[in-house]
């Protein structure tokens, strides 16, 4: 389905290493390349792992790695750098180790991994104009921005830059959850700045449900999603755009060769990839597997299929 593939083609930033899978180093490269050779792998995107353990990353992933590849090949692996946040001395240091790892697998040639892009997170405006500074122009950068105070005049110091905001959708207790009002804020504040938005953790399945372990609902990467292109073409906003990212029932997201709907809302595919290009990223998720099994259960995917 080809308005599936476009809302979601490259979407998913592997976070094996965090919770709730927590696995180890060795245990993530391995999924990471074995779902990387799945027909499901166009819903992939890059590899999240700290600058901290980026020489382990190497140690385990680099017998994984293709022989010989480039840039542009398909078989590279995409790496995302978690870095120390702006009052950490560690910081200068992760960029430099994230400077050495590109400039070494550069030099040696047939590249099979490059990093491209660079997360952080701050607390105030005046920390977001200090990080820009700091991270190189060469690097995707993007800035956790916390939901639990207004966000909006910190999203509004990203405007200029070609810098994203990061809002965390989930987490390990029930209050690392926004409330659907909070996360509206937020979708909205960036697409007025007209900043790059991706969202992480807790968005394992298409829909709002209620997660039984934490006792609290959870939103879905459908509602995320759709939402975040409503609001960049400015077709929802304040409660209509919170009642998108509610939705509990994910077969009211309807996909076509046309583009999507939802409800009495359309998408052309023209508008959602022009969304994903300008505005909605990604999501960070330590599974894989969640996703595609719940797609192919709304029989929107056959496993083992190449998507159109």
């Not at 937020?186 to 709002?208: D, S, V």
């Not at 060769?257 to 809302?265: P, R, S």
């Not at 052309?268 to 797609?295: N, Y």
Request: overall charge negative; aromatic content about 10%.
């Amino acid at each position: 389905m080809i308005g599936l593939t476009r809302l979601l083609e490259g979407s998913i930033d592997y976070a094996g290493l965090f919770p709730p899978a927590s696995y180890s180093m060795e245990k993530t490269v391995e999924m990471f390349a074995k779902h990387r050779e799945t027909p499901e792998r166009w819903l992939l995107s890059r590899i999240v792992v700290p600058a901290k353990r980026l020489s382990e990353f190497e140690k385990f992933a680099a017998p994984l790695w293709p022989k010989s590849t480039t840039d542009n090949n398909d078989q590279l692996w995409r790496v995302t750098a978690l870095v120390s946040s702006l009052d950490d001395p560690e910081l200068e240091r992760d960029l430099e180790q994230i400077d050495e790892f590109n400039t070494f697998y550069k030099k040696k040639g047939g590249t099979p991994v490059h990093i491209e892009a660079i997360e952080t997170k701050a607390t105030d405006s005046e920390m977001i104009s200090e990080l820009i500074e700091l991270i190189p122009d060469e690097y995707e950068a993007w800035v956790e921005i916390p939901w639990d105070k207004d966000p909006r005049g910190m999203i509004a110091a990203l405007g200029g830059y070609d810098v994203g905001a990061k809002i965390r959708t989930g987490g390990m207790t029930a209050n690392a959850h926004p409330t659907a009002e909070a996360l509206a804020v937020f979708i909205e504040a960036a697409a007025a700045t007209k900043a790059l938005f991706k969202a992480t953790a807790g968005l394992h399945h298409p829909a709002r449900n209620m997660s039984t372990t934490l006792g609290c609902e959870q939103f879905g990467f459908f509602n995320v999603f759709v939402g975040a292109c409503l609001a960049f073409h400015d077709l929802a906003k304040g409660e209509k755009l919170v009642k998108v990212l509610c939705e509990s029932d994910e077969k009211q997201f309807v996909f076509s060769a046309e583009g999507l709907k939802y409800k009495d809302y359309r998408l052309t595919l023209k508008q959602i990839m022009e969304a994903r290009k300008k505005f909605i990223r990604s999501f960070g998720s330590c599974s894989f597997d969640e996703p595609v099994a719940d797609l192919n259960r709304l029989g929107l995917i056959r496993l083992g299929e190449t998507a159109s």
